[in-house]
């Protein structure tokens, strides 16, 4: 069990959510949560908002929560990893996702 965990710990190292949030989000306070870790909680900048985090679990759950209203939009995310858009127009929240090496920068 102990030699099972360690590679699977070790195939998630490799494995990396590129998100970014993008500044249609400008002035929002918002939460942003994968699982139940929160990634950050703050008004919004008007900038592109970017982390990279390292799955951490089988499946992963993107939760974006706007502050003001407590809406909760959910997004189940790719087990391998991947570079995640989030935007918001008027009041839908919305992602785009892509596979890590498919997105040009």
């Known amino acids: ?5 360690r590679g699977l710990g070790d195939v998630y ?24 870790s929160l990634l950050l909680d703050q008004t919004m900048p008007d ?6 985090i390292k799955r951490f679990a089988e499946d992963n759950v993107l939760m974006v929560v706007d502050n003001k ?6 997004f189940n995310l790719n087990p391998e990893g991947s570079r995640v ?16 090496d498919s997105l040009l920068e």
């Open 47 to 52: 900038a592109n908002l970017k982390v990279e």
């Open 13 to 36: 190292k490799r494995q990396v959510y590129n998100i970014e949030l993008t500044n249609s989000f400008a002035g929002d306070s918002i939460a942003v949560y994968l699982n139940d």
């Open 69 to 74: 209203t407590d809406k909760t939009t959910p």
């Open 85 to 100: 858009e989030v935007k918001k127009s008027g009041d839908v929240i919305y992602i785009l996702e892509r596979e890590a």
């Open 1 to 5: 069990d102990c030699l099972l965990s």
